[in-house]
């Protein structure tokens, strides 16, 4: 895929800066269904995820000048500013475990197990629900770069800029998550697979 | 996007679960109540008079004015400042204020210090407050004067 031209959303940005309205709009309109999903994913609820948007928004628009174009896209930007808001908001729910403390193959401590996601309201079939309970019971680290890279569809760059880690980093992370997802995904079938056997002989 | 994954770390049952997640998540977008409200939330920003990024400088400018004149005229006397005559300094006298630009008055050669007095409306025209019912009372003051006899600086002597 050939590099985005940046130039038009910079210039949109810029007219932010001198207190274009339409700008700010157009910039809306560009990435909100995009911060909208990830705040989903973080925040737990259609509502919170809504409030979570809108503070990600309404900071943009205050302080736009927070934003290095030289550093990232405005997307990643706008997606890290909702992340940070959505983790600050429920930090009840999130736990904050130091990666590093975490081997990689260790099983989940059972606070670090989120039962109440909000993928469970917006994915409704069968093969999404598992992947919804599978990544639920993933270490944090490893879900985010999960939602990042392969439910929001950032960049490895864009995720490494979002989570203030380097993309080799994003890489290995993402690189186990996805075994342990997998695994904990075909777990789940084998353990339905043999309930159906049994029922079968019963 | 992520087109790179090793091949060791592929698993076709997982691919196909990812992307009905995805697919899942495509549906949602932002509700629409949320443009109406940020484009409010804008207005109301713009509106708000912002202080200006630079506030600080014209009360910073003017009393770094004053400072300099007061030092100007009651400092030690310098080789510099030779040409100012100073022919009374009371000692309740009130700072400076310069009424022409700090530059041109450090450069104005043969400056003299003059004791007058004049009536209190004419403060109002150099910006300062005065009461009404005191604007016909005299006030006593110290001028500086350039040598061609135009006001540079003035201060109150109570």
């Known amino acids: ?202 | 996007m992520n087109t790179v994954i090793p091949s060791e770390s592929r698993d076709p049952l997982l691919d196909l679960k990812l992307d009905a997640a995805r697919r899942g998540l495509a549906r949602e977008v932002a509700p629409d109540h949320l443009e109406a409200s940020l484009a409010r939330h804008f207005r109301a920003l713009r509106t708000r008079a912002p202080r200006p990024r630079f506030w600080w400088m014209p009360p910073l400018a003017l009393a770094a004015t004053l400072a300099l004149v007061s030092w100007m005229v009651r400092g030690p006397a310098m080789p510099s400042h030779e040409g100012i005559t100073v022919e009374t300094t009371p000692a309740d006298a009130g700072p400076f204020l310069a009424l022409k630009p700090l530059e041109r008055i450090a450069l104005e050669p043969g400056t003299r210090l003059v004791s007058t007095q004049f009536p209190r409306a004419l403060l109002a025209d150099w910006g300062l407050p005065v009461a009404p019912e005191r604007a016909g009372e005299p006030v006593r003051a110290e001028m500086l004067y350039s040598a061609d006899g135009e006001p540079l600086a003035v201060r109150l002597v109570n």
Not at chain 1, 23 to 39: G, T
Not at chain 1, 94 to 111: G, I, K, V
Not at chain 1, 176 to 195: D, S, V
């Open chain 1, 1 to 202: 895929m050939p590099p985005e031209n940046l130039e038009p959303e910079l210039a949109l940005l810029a007219r932010l800066k001198r207190g274009d309205e339409a700008a700010f709009v157009a910039l809306y309109r560009r990435h909100k269904d995009a911060v909208y999903r990830l705040a989903l994913l973080y925040a737990g609820s259609a509502h919170a995820a809504a409030d979570v948007t809108q503070e990600a928004f309404v900071f943009f628009m205050t302080k736009p000048g927070h934003y290095d174009p030289g550093r990232g896209t405005l997307a990643a930007w706008l997606c890290g500013v909702a992340r940070n808001l959505a983790r600050k908001q429920f930090a009840g729910r999130e736990d904050a475990t130091d990666p590093s403390e975490l081997a990689d193959d260790s099983a989940p401590l059972e606070e670090h197990i989120e039962y109440q996601t909000p993928l469970e309201k917006l994915l409704r079939d069968e093969a999404a629900e598992e992947v919804r309970q599978a990544l639920a019971r993933l270490a944090p680290h490893y879900r985010d770069v999960l939602i990042l890279c392969e439910l929001s569809e950032l960049s490895y760059a864009e995720a490494a800029q979002v989570c203030g880690i380097d993309i080799g980093t994003v890489r290995s992370r993402l690189s186990r998550a996805r075994a342990q997802l997998a695994q904990r995904l075909g777990a789940k079938a084998r353990h339905a697979g043999g309930e159906g056997s049994k029922e079968a002989v019963s």
